[in-house]
């Protein structure tokens, strides 16, 4: 069964970085895509960034796009989220997500994702 795990996040000054993990297990990884999504309080549940089973395809909504990074170890069933330039609308919940599929594009739906994590908090102070 697969199951994924985020770690990282908590508390972070405006402008400063941090970086989110994922690690997944039960099954290959690399025959899996996999997203990052936020939830702010009182909001709906977004796409951060997503990226396919090979790393070659990734996709990052306007909000992030230019400041955070997602990227892929398939040796390590691990996905991370570098974040830089963190601004206080980054405040949300954080969660990885994955999809098996080999496709060469990457999932940018929520629908589309079959497995989730339990999230990670992450707070941009002013």
């Known amino acids: 069964q697969v199951q994924l795990a985020e770690s990282g996040g908590g508390l972070v000054q405006a402008g400063g970085s941090s970086r989110l993990s994922c690690v997944f297990s039960g099954r290959i990884f690399s025959e899996y895509g996999a997203g990052w999504f936020r939830q702010a309080p009182g909001k709906e549940r977004v796409i951060v960034g997503a990226?396919?089973?090979?790393?070659?395809?990734?996709y990052y909504s306007d909000s992030v796009k230019g400041r955070f990074t997602i990227f892929r170890d398939n040796a390590k069933s691990m996905m991370y989220l570098q974040m830089n330039n963190l601004k206080p609308e980054d405040t949300a919940d954080y969660y990885c997500?994955?999809?098996?599929?080999?496709?060469?594009?990457?999932?940018?739906?929520?629908?589309?994702?079959?497995?989730w994590g339990q999230g990670a908090p992450l707070t941009v102070s002013s």
């Open positions: 997500a994955a999809v098996h599929s080999t496709a060469s594009s990457a999932y940018i739906r929520s629908s589309d994702y079959h497995y």
């Open positions: 990226i396919n089973w090979s790393g070659r395809s990734t």
